[in-house]
């Protein structure tokens, strides 16, 4: 391999990782976002149930949550990408069953409709972002 190629790959590699950190910390924001216009401007309660306690969703809950969601997605298309023939298509799959199965999460034990929908919605714009940004985009060759 000459150094022009090793330099290429080590371009390539670095311009992905930089790229997914980015995608992760977009879902992180996007969730913040949410929270920010709908527990201090609209005022609504995020709050989940917790047997028989409840326990208010505040923005480090809401920001730790999305990173850990966003850095296990990232483990498992790095993994897929060493293991399988169609990493992307493959970890689109997995990502779409994970989401909807966490969806369980806010209607379950959210706490009022209002709340319920806002976490709906953080949970579907964290996953659309990591779905949709991770993978990334094919090369054009």
Avoid at 36 to 54: E, F, H, S, Y
Avoid at 68 to 91: C, D, H, K, N, S
């Amino acid at each position: 391999m000459t150094n022009d190629m090793q330099q290429t790959n080590t371009t390539r590699t670095t311009a992905r990782r930089t790229g997914r950190a980015i995608t992760i910390a977009g879902a992180a924001a996007g969730a913040l976002l949410q929270w920010v216009v709908a527990d201090p401007w609209a005022g609504i309660d995020l709050a989940v149930r917790q047997g028989d306690t409840t326990q208010h969703i505040g923005p480090a809950a809401v920001v730790v949550a999305a990173l850990i969601a966003g850095l296990a997605a990232w483990g498992l298309l790095a993994l897929l990408e060493r293991t399988v023939r169609r990493p992307a298509r493959t970890f689109r799959i997995i990502a779409l069953i994970v989401l909807v199965l966490s969806l369980v999460g806010p209607l379950a034990s959210g706490v009022g409709i209002s709340s319920r929908l806002v976490l709906l919605g953080m949970h579907l714009t964290v996953g659309a972002a990591l779905i949709i940004g991770l993978p990334g985009r094919r090369n054009c060759r």
